[in-house]
């Protein structure tokens, strides 16, 4: 169960005939789950085993994507893919092979978990702030006072998509000073600033808490390296709850090791699952939530509603939510 809404059900891009993929039957897979079954028959579908019939593909795990691209080289009448996640960073590939096909349409969870997710950052960002890595282990009474208020504060978000929106409504009540970073300039609405990503280092030397909430492409791979952290405050700290691969994980060793930033609070990591021994496990500014913002239990629901408004979008209305652009890769 969970209280959840999905903060991107109502922006639905309505397709042309030509854009449009054929009704029919749809296959759950790589194993049929019963929520999401009936998320598809309450939306008038028709949930069925995968045959020559098939024509639409909800696809329930990011691990191996070769059974997804074998699934459609069989069934080449396939005209839609639902992607369980927001991020598609795990079918890179996958798309890219597509990238100059009209089908199948390809749509993901894209802003579904905002909530649950911008909860998650929220909560690393007040720990961080306010010691509590350091507390949490203590085992004697403190003699010296340590911790931030967040009121005021000045917070830089790298992503404009729907976390980053939600992540700012949840920030609203400390009064802080938000910059979006983000591929344009274009302002996201409620961002005190908005700036293009080859400014970043610009606007780091004055962030307080920086949030990473964008997508995983070629050209947010290890956006934050040893430059990045020498130009952040001794004092700030940075949180990940988008992907691992944003960051040059040695570089974030070495940041907090030198005192070039205060804390580090990751959901996700590169790799991952993070080795065990690894320097960041023990690092003592540093929080590690094992890629938990989004659980299953948060999730399901919200992915069962977004299938159900695909699977009426496919039947009825063309109004599809989370497309991927699949030559941007997100």
Known sequence: MTNHIDPAAGNADILGDERRPTAGPIAVLPRPAQQFVD?????????????????????????HPEELQAVLDSHPKIEWVQLPWAGVDAFSGLLATYADKPFPLWTSAKGAYSEPVAEHALTLTLALLRGLPQKAHATTWATKEIGLSLFGMNVVIVGAG?????????????????????????????????????????????????????????????????????????????????????????????????????????????????????????????????????????????????????????????????????????
């Open 39 to 63: 998320a598809i028959e309450a939306a008038g579908g028709t949930a069925a085993e995968l045959s020559d019939d098939t024509r639409g593909v909800v696809w329930l795990t990011a691990s």
């Open 162 to 330: 729907g976390i980053a929106v939600e992540i700012m409504r949840l920030l609203a009540p400390f009064r802080v000073n938000i910059t979006i970073v983000r591929r344009s300039t274009t302002p996201l609405e409620g961002a005190d600033r908005t700036v293009a990503a080859a400014d970043l280092l610009k606007v780091l030397p004055e962030a307080d808490v920086v949030i990473l909430a964008a997508a995983s492409t070629g050209d947010t791979a290890k956006m934050f390296g040893a430059r990045e952290f020498a130009a952040m405050k001794s004092s700030s700290v940075l949180v990940n709850i988008a992907r691992g691969a944003l960051v040059d994980t040695d570089a974030l060793v070495a940041a907090l090791a030198a005192g070039e930033i205060d804390g580090a609070g990751l959901d996700v990591t590169a790799p991952e699952p993070l080795p065990d021994g690894h320097p960041l496990w023990t690092e003592p500014r540093c929080i590690i939530t094992s890629h938990s913002a989004d659980t299953k239990a948060m999730t399901g629901p919200l992915l069962a509603g977004r299938i159900r408004s695909n699977v009426e979008a496919l039947l009825e209305t063309g109004r599809f939510v989370g497309i991927v652009d699949v030559a941007a890769g997100y």
